[in-house]
């Protein structure tokens, strides 16, 4: 037995104690079995003086159970290969397994941070499976709740940003500001997190008197709160002087990468399903669609956050002109209890707070969906960092990856 | 529903459809060979006509019988959504052309089908497993995969019709439970 | 940014002094309690009417509904058969499943255990199969199956739900929708026809020929 | 003697060993405390005497040992309670009183666990890196005037007595980095040695200016020269010098904003990645010893040291209270008496309401307050080193305070403009303070 190292064996290796002293020090083969493709073969052979930095599955700064291998000379990361798989657990097969009910609930933890968008573009897939008709009273119920939640979530991203780069206050601010509102929700739809509310042709309840007071409450601050707890990153110096330059991206691979929400909306390009695809009451609504690095060179890390910044103010328009607009009427269209749509295929894509989050679903005529495909934004985003990322250095890392705001739950499916 | 759409496609890719142009909702739908992927995608990419710049998704599909992929795309030039429904892979050995040439960033989605579908994209150069682990022998995602029998642990006892008793993990000689048409 | 350098950092750090005097949004729990609001349903909950009796009807649609298999069943309900849990099965330490006992490091089933003691499943098997293991034909099976032990036992309706590939929760359902299924050993009482039980009704007599007519679950095992 | 038997019998088994001990304690200990007074005394007195330098010096090595684990404590709960302020959070609140043995406790769970150390790392060189580093910022201490007078060792060539200590820390973290055989410990430790090697510069350039104007190395010296008005402290000589001082000496400290060589989000924790137990603590202590060394050398350097900010005049008071004669025990035992009761007379007058017990406890109180100030007051005016330790350490927490501010605000800069900012900005700045200081001084001599 050899070692890559050189290293000898201790004279006592038989010895079952002291084996382990003797292994350690070897380095094992990365990975443990032959290339299987050019550019895995590519990515693990080393230059002189580059070595690999094995960041995750349990890092902090991984935003849940990635994992990212660094080629790194230095402080230079050459290369990199995200390893993803660590939160798989099958959504799709368990949604082709449960009826279109069970979906719902099934789909919804997949992004736990916007949650009810995870819910929304199924539910509207099945609604055309169905012909289904949505009361307008329950799409504006969608659109208000759904705003909420990209407020929260767009909130909370500012928060890991900052983290990641090392502040500290932030996070927490962030954490105040999603929990009210998440308060809010839980108290509409009765969960905190994961609210299971959107229903096939509606949704789960009617507005409430504490969801409606907890929201005016809100509502009378939520700008003045956002604008103070900017003013803690926007214009201090260390946070734009790390984020400017880094991990420029520009429209035209932006598109071709499949990149979608802020992070193409960052790169120049104004695509948001919400304008680009109308759906449900959004025609309605008055709101601007914010762009930033139109430039030739694209948008850089500071661009995709300062968008994020933008669209929050962007949803309070919206959420004012629901509250102004919301239509009487029922809640759920008159439905059977049990669903058995016709054979046929539907696609739906909503805009979630990360991009184009989409459901494809094809029924055979019985209760449950026969495929049920989840095209999750972050998924398109995480394999951006590869790209963004060469020649930077390991703290840029998490600038990029921060600013690109994946969530590895939906990463993961 | 865009009509002019329909007669564009018609128009323009006649020879390379394999089935009618069906409209639904927002979403156009035809179907093609594998073989034609990449000049279809090419022409529905570069043509100023229909200038299907955004990928929005890439799914494939195990109809029981045969495979699909199915790939939609977004143009600012229609209101509706372009469903690409390449068809008629054998299961056994299904192989199609990469689109990680005209989107790169196809190229996870593709992984993504591999691991789930086995579906072989050619000219990906980076086709391996994505979630599954590396030395993970099966396509899950395809229909003759059969969740593992958990049911008689289960709490309350019952065996839900979907979970197969003693099902093997993966077979491809045992049929598949449900196909859908086409 | 602003022109001159540094400010924005000192912005920030006149920011993080005024939230230093400012209070504090922590909820010190336990002594203070979070409000919830009421329609949060984060906790399953049997209800009670007015009277106090329990208003769960052991319909089992619950169980069927839940997509994760947490809500789950056992025990006795309104009509004295079956209380009704919640929970994963490991939590509960009553529960009378053999895994679950199992689980539980409980070495002896205990007295409430022998109504769920494992049968022996040929006779079942024959009707079964005798049905071609359809669960639409589930009255027929389930009356030709209490044909054969006098009443339906657990094992034989788990069995039945584990053979038709029917939810445990349908067949009980289904068995529970009918008056005429009994879940228990027909007893003298039950057994007898209703007038003339009534008619012979002495209290001491009848419970000491139930004890001794009792179907012992450990015989037939 | 039945009797005493049958009590014995009846005594425990530590009653047994406890009464014939303190039988021999009452006969011997008259006797030793004898001998010790009268023979041994003189000569141990008379060692101590001749030896003083070294008397002196262990006395202060114990008394910065000692000191610097309640100040690490202090430092630490202020981070954790002062953090969570600013982020709108209570903080540790459990133990103790508003929590304030939290970190009393944290050192204790530290020390309760187990240390073990990687397969493969150096064991040796593992095991006694964190101890340079805790010695190298224990040692600092020695010269740093906590009071008139108050100074471990009274070296002439202080102010480089404490760079050369100061930087030898940057070794001990090396070492931990190296030795871990971890990749994460290894960038940190490089980010370390890089990161306090390109600040020692600036920082000790900042303080050649201050050198200069004052003409002395001796940090004793410096801290006596700022004697006076509050502008006679060196900030306002040298602001420049000052900035960068601060500066730099919170990247040699390896905080926030320049604590890369933790940096948790990137390379989780550097060179303490494989710590654990003691020997992390002991990396942990040194940097919140550091925090309090940085702050205490601002405050030293430039911010008066152990002067308060306007000149008080020391007194020596003369109080002889054996002149009052007979009236001393009188006013001893009757003086609180009437001032409580004096001070009750109000309480009583303005709540009427109120019953007479609850207007003698209130007098009573404020008698004690005022007794308590009375003697306060005494003490600053008569021991000046009581004044200078106060001041002192009111200042020195003022600037942790700042420290843990900028920690709760800022993000963390990145390597390369660390490293920029370094070479490019300060060195030159202190280059060119340095530049300045040296010409005014030329020329106000030669006017």
């Known amino acids: 037995m050899t070692t890559p190292t050189g290293l000898g064996h201790h004279a006592s290796e038989d010895d079952p104690r002291i084996m382990l002293d003797g292994q350690i020090g070897q380095y094992e083969q990365v990975p443990p079995y032959p290339p299987r493709t050019e550019r895995e073969a590519e990515f693990y052979s080393l230059r002189d003086g580059e070595m690999f930095l094995n960041m995750g599955p349990q890092h902090p700064s991984t935003h849940g159970v990635l994992r990212v291998v660094l080629k790194i000379n230095g402080e230079n990361v050459v290369d990199l290969d995200p390893v993803l798989g660590y939160l798989h657990r099958g959504v799709e097969k368990l949604c082709e397994n449960s009826d279109y009910h069970h979906v719902i609930s099934q789909i919804d933890p997949l992004e736990y941070v916007s949650s009810l968008f995870m819910e929304w573009a199924p539910v509207m897939s099945f609604e055309q499976l169905l012909d289904v008709k949505v009361p307008r009273r329950a799409e504006y119920i969608r659109v208000l709740t759904g705003e909420l939640l990209r407020v929260a979530s767009h909130v909370l991203f500012q928060g890991w940003m900052a983290l990641d780069l090392g502040g500290l206050a932030p996070i927490l601010y962030s954490f105040i500001e999603r929990d009210e509102i998440v308060e809010m929700l839980a108290a509409l739809t009765g969960q905190r997190m994961l609210f299971n509310y959107f229903r096939i042709g509606g949704v789960n309840g009617d507005l409430n008197h504490e969801f409606m007071s907890r929201l005016g409450d809100w509502m009378s601050r939520a700008l003045v709160q956002h604008e103070a707890n900017i003013g803690l990153l926007n214009e201090n110096e260390i946070f734009v002087r790390r984020m400017r330059d880094i991990g420029r991206l520009d429209g035209e691979t932006a598109k071709r990468m499949g990149v979608s929400g802020p992070n193409i909306r960052a790169a120049g390009v104004p695509f948001d399903v919400r304008r680009a695809h109308p759906y449900s009451v959004y025609p309605e609504l008055e709101f601007d669609i914010p762009v930033r690095g139109t430039g030739p060179a694209g948008g850089d890390s500071l661009d995709r956050y300062l968008l994020r910044l933008d669209e929050v103010r962007e949803s309070i328009r919206i959420i004012d002109q629901c509250l102004h607009n919301m239509p009487d009427g029922p809640v759920m269209a008159r439905l059977p209890r049990l669903m058995r749509p016709r054979p046929g295929r539907a696609w739906a894509a909503v805009e979630s707070p990360r991009g184009l989050f989409g459901t494809y679903v094809i029924s055979d005529g019985t209760d449950q969906p026969f495929r049920m495909k989840i095209h999750d934004p972050s998924f398109v985003h995480l394999q951006l960092v590869g790209m963004l990322m060469k020649n930077n250095l390991i703290a840029d890392t998490m600038a990029v990856m921060a600013s690109l705001d994946p969530v590895m739950g939906g990463i993961d499916k | ?182 | 940014m602003s022109t001159v350098p540094g400010m924005g950092l000192l912005r920030g750090m006149g920011l993080t002094l005024t939230r230093f005097f400012q209070p504090k949004a922590t909820i010190k729990w336990p002594e203070q309690q979070a409000d919830v609001a009421p329609r949060f349903r984060g906790r399953l909950q049997l209800l009670y009417d007015e009277n106090g009796s329990l208003k769960c009807e052991t319909c089992f649609q619950c169980a069927q509904a839940c997509p994760v298999e947490c809500i789950d069943m056992g025990g006795m309900d309104t009509r004295g058969r079956f209380h009704v849990h919640w929970g994963p099965a490991e939590t509960y330490g009553e529960r009378r499943e053999e895994s679950a006992l199992r689980r539980s490091g409980r070495p002896v089933a205990d007295e409430a255990f022998t109504r769920f003691a494992a049968l022996d499943p040929t006779a079942d098997d024959e009707i079964l199969a005798a049905h071609d293991d359809d669960p639409r034909e589930m009255l027929a099976i389930l009356e030709e199956v209490q044909g054969v032990y006098g009443y339906l036992p657990v094992a034989a309706l788990k069995h039945i739900a584990r053979t038709t590939g029917a939810w445990y929760a349908t067949v009980y359902g289904t068995a529970t929708s009918y008056r005429h299924f009994r879940f228990e050993p027909p007893s003298v009482a039950t057994a007898a026809p209703a007038g003339q039980g009534q008619k012979v009704a002495e209290a001491g007599y009848l419970a000491a020929l139930d004890s001794a007519l009792r179907f012992d679950g450990k015989a037939a095992r | 003697m039945t009797a005493i038997s049958k009590s014995l019998g009846q005594v425990t088994t530590a009653g047994k060993v406890i009464i014939p001990l303190l039988l021999v304690i009452l006969v011997v200990g008259p006797i030793a405390t004898y001998l010790l007074a009268t023979v041994a005394g003189p000569v141990i007195v008379d060692v101590l005497n001749s030896n003083l330098g070294i008397v002196r010096f262990v006395v202060a090595i114990t008394g910065v040992l000692l000191f610097s684990i309640p100040a690490a404590f202090i430092i630490i709960y202020m981070e954790l309670k002062v953090i969570a302020f600013m982020n709108l959070r209570i903080g540790p609140d459990r133990v103790g009183p508003k929590g304030a043995a939290h970190s009393v406790i944290a050192g204790l769970k530290v020390l309760t666990k187990e240390d073990f150390s990687p397969n493969a790392a150096d064991r040796t060189i593992f095991t006694w890196a964190p101890v340079i580093v805790f010695l190298t910022s224990v040692m600092t201490f020695l010269v740093i005037p906590f009071g008139p007078g108050l100074v471990g060792a009274k070296l002439n060539i202080g102010v480089l007595y404490l760079f050369s200590v100061g930087g030898m820390s940057v070794v001990g973290l090396l070492l931990a980095g190296w030795s871990s055989f971890n990749k994460y410990s290894l960038l940190g430790g490089l980010r370390a040695a890089a990161q306090v090697v390109s600040y020692e510069i600036p920082l000790t350039l900042s303080v050649v200016g201050l050198i200069l104007l004052a003409g002395t190395l001796s940090v004793d010296q410096l801290a006596a020269n700022q004697a006076g008005w509050f502008t006679n402290w060196y900030v306002f000589r040298q602001p420049l010098g000052a900035l960068i001082f601060f500066i730099a000496a919170t990247a040699e400290a390896n905080r926030t904003p320049f604590d890369l060589t933790e940096a948790d989000s990137e390379i989780v924790a550097g060179f303490a990645t494989e710590y654990s137990g003691m020997r992390f603590g002991f990396l942990f202590f040194a940097e919140y010893v550091n925090v309090f060394i940085i702050s205490a050398l601002m405050t030293t350097f430039f911010f008066g040291a152990w002067n308060a900010p306007f000149p008080f005049p020391h007194l020596t008071v003369a109080l002889d209270p054996g002149s009052l004669g007979i009236m001393l025990p009188i006013a001893i035992a009757v003086g609180p008496l009437l001032v409580t009761l004096a001070l009750a007379v109000p309480f009583w007058l303005i709540r009427t309401k109120a019953p007479a017990w609850q207007a003698l406890l209130a007098g009573f109180a404020l008698a004690n307050l005022l007794a308590f100030g009375a003697i306060g007051l005494l003490t600053y005016i008569s021991w000046d080193w009581v004044a200078g330790l106060i001041w002192f350490f009111v200042k020195s927490f003022m600037f942790v305070f700042v420290f843990v501010w900028m920690r709760g605000t800022f993000p963390r800069v990145r390597v390369d403009q660390l490293m920029g900012f370094a070479w490019k900005w300060l060195l030159p700045a202190s280059l060119l303070n340095l530049f300045v200081t040296a010409l005014a001084i030329i020329v106000v001599k030669s006017l």
């Open chain 2, 1 to 182: 529903m865009d009509r002019s759409l329909k007669a564009r496609l018609e128009a323009r890719l006649a020879d390379h459809l394999a089935g009618p142009i069906r409209q639904r909702h927002d979403q156009t739908e035809i179907r093609i060979r594998p073989a034609d992927l990449l000049e279809v995608m090419r022409t529905l990419h570069d043509d100023p006509d229909f200038d299907f710049t955004i990928i929005a998704d890439l799914a494939g599909v195990d109809t029981g019988t045969t495979m699909q992929v199915v790939y939609h795309l977004w143009s600012a030039k229609t209101t509706d959504w372009l469903r690409i429904i390449a068809e008629g892979m054998p299961r056994e050995d299904p192989r199609i052309p990469s689109l990680t040439g005209l989107w790169p960033g196809a190229e996870w989605m593709e992984r993504e089908t591999y691991d789930m579908f086995g579906i072989i994209f050619e000219g990906n150069r980076d086709l391996r497993r994505i979630y599954m682990p590396p030395d993970y022998a099966s396509f899950p995602l395809r229909k003759d995969f059969y969740l593992p029998d958990d049911s008689a642990r289960s709490p309350g006892g019952g065996a839900r019709h979907v979970e197969q008793p003693n099902a093997p993990v993966v077979t491809s000689t045992r049929a598949p439970r449900r196909t859908v048409r086409g």
